[in-house]
């Protein structure tokens, strides 16, 4: 049953990682500048397909963790892990926030490139969050099983 919905979040997290790279490419002209001119280390953010890559590697990456750790070791293991991603997931979204908000040169990047992270950021969270319930389900589903056992 999991194997279902995991593909269904994989599309998912695809279509997401799409349309943020997507977004992220679509970066200002003064930002396009400034990558090229200054900030050259970040010159994959004005290609598309790379920020897909990068994207959605790191999104399959968390995937592959909780999805291993689901499987194969106590629920308890994917539950602590799913919250510790989660919180970092969400302290990268605030991290992300603060840094638009109050850095001129990011500001200067445009909403369309914020948006791009911040749909980064929340994917990583709705991975974090489908794992959380896929573990609270699967122990509910146990407890269904056993008490039809036993009567």
């Keep these: 049953m999991l194997k279902r919905e995991l593909s269904i979040l994989v599309i998912a997290q695809t279509l997401l990682c799409l ?3 997507y977004l ?3 970066i200002s002209l003064i930002g ?3 990558i090229a001119v200054f900030y050259k280390e970040y010159k994959w953010l004005r290609s598309g397909w790379k920020t897909f ?7 399959l990456l968390v995937i592959g963790i909780l999805y291993f ?3 194969k070791r106590p629920k ?3 539950v602590y892990t799913a919250v510790g ?6 302290t990268g979204l605030w991290f992300t926030y603060n840094d638009f908000l109050h850095t001129y040169s990011h500001r200067l990047l445009k909403e369309r490139f914020h948006m791009g992270f911040y749909l980064f950021w929340m994917g990583m969270i709705g991975s974090c969050v489908f794992f ?6 699967g122990r509910q589903r146990l407890i269904v099983e056993v008490k039809s056992e036993n009567q």
């Design 76 to 78: 308890k293991t994917t």
């Design 132 to 137: 959380l319930v896929a573990s609270a389900l």
């Design 69 to 71: 750790l689901h499987r």
């Design 19 to 21: 349309l943020s790279s």
């Design 32 to 34: 396009k500048i400034g």
């Design 85 to 90: 991603i989660l919180v970092l997931a969400v």
């Design 24 to 26: 992220i490419s679509k």
């Design 53 to 59: 890559l990068f994207l959605f590697i790191a999104q």
